[in-house]
């Protein structure tokens, strides 16, 4: 199927279509997954390739927020799935690669969209759309973000920050992370959350008892926790995606 794909024509051949394009949005996204690709593997060439991959991730916006572990799962599951049409040719150098080109992009957002900065956090749902944008919802594993205040309520740097990448239904945060990150930006206070892979954002025990444990420290170094987010999916928690510990009265928090 490689030497098949040699006798393409430049119309169809994805590096050749984005040198001949006037704009790139003319690719479809599978030409543009190619490119990054570079190669297929025996019996499946690289169009066909990003043809599955973005199948098994059922849309691009979904395979964007993918780390490389992420992938990594997300291809094994689907390969199980598929034994008929395997995704081929993508190992660890490629999904490596191709999570650095999405982290690229993230952070190109991050930097050019609005600079949250300026926004004045005044109740959850100002906190949610601040961190869903960093959060990676589709993810199977839980992260915990933190994001640090000035006197104003206002965020102290671009993006909340990711202190902690968990299990796959555990995450693992432990106040000295939470709280070193705090101290270096110089934080008034942090507001922090972490995502539950099911999608379901109800509290668990160990959520309630984590809360607890830094809102206690925050007391200590003197940087109040003002609320704790869980992040769930989209139409979860009666639409509104999160649970918000400090509305459901929980921890004590500021």
């Known amino acids: 199927m490689a030497s098949d794909f040699k006798k393409l024509s430049d119309k169809v051949k994805p590096r050749e279509q984005l040198r001949d394009a006037v704009s790139p949005s003319e690719l479809k996204p599978e030409a543009l997954l190619a490119i990054l690709l570079r190669t ?5 060439n690289v169009l066909e390739t990003a043809r599955r991959l973005l199948d098994a991730f059922g849309s691009v916006s979904e395979l964007v927020k993918s780390d490389w572990r992420t992938l990594e799962r997300h291809i094994r599951d689907y390969n199980k799935r598929h034994s008929d ?21 993230r952070r190109g957002y991050e930097l050019d969209g609005e600079d949250i900065r300026k926004v004045r956090i005044t109740n959850p749902e100002d906190s949610y759309r601040i961190f869903r944008e960093a959060a990676f919802l589709g993810e199977e594993q839980e992260g915990f973000y933190v994001l640090p205040l000035d006197t104003k309520n206002r965020p102290l740097c671009t993006a909340p920050l990711r202190v902690t990448y968990g299990l796959v239904d555990q995450v693992l945060a432990h106040p000295r992370e939470v709280f070193k990150a705090a101290i270096r930006w110089g934080a008034h206070a942090i507001i922090v959350a972490h995502n539950h892979p099911s999608g379901d954002p109800t509290p668990g025990r160990d959520d309630i008892r984590l809360t607890e444990r830094l809102v206690d420290a925050g007391r200590i170094v003197g940087i ?8 769930g999916s ?19 928090l500021a």
Not at 85 to 105: H, N, P, S, T, Y
Not at 234 to 246: I, Q, T
């Open 224 to 231: 109040p926790v003002i609320d704790h987010l869980i992040l």
């Open 40 to 44: 297929g593997a025996a019996g499946c």
């Open 234 to 252: 989209p139409d979860s928690a009666e639409g509104r995606g999160f649970v918000s510990l400090k509305k459901l009265g929980i921890g004590s």
């Open 85 to 105: 049409r395997k995704i081929k040719g993508v190992g660890q150098l490629k999904m490596l690669e191709l999570a650095a080109a999405f982290e690229l992009v």
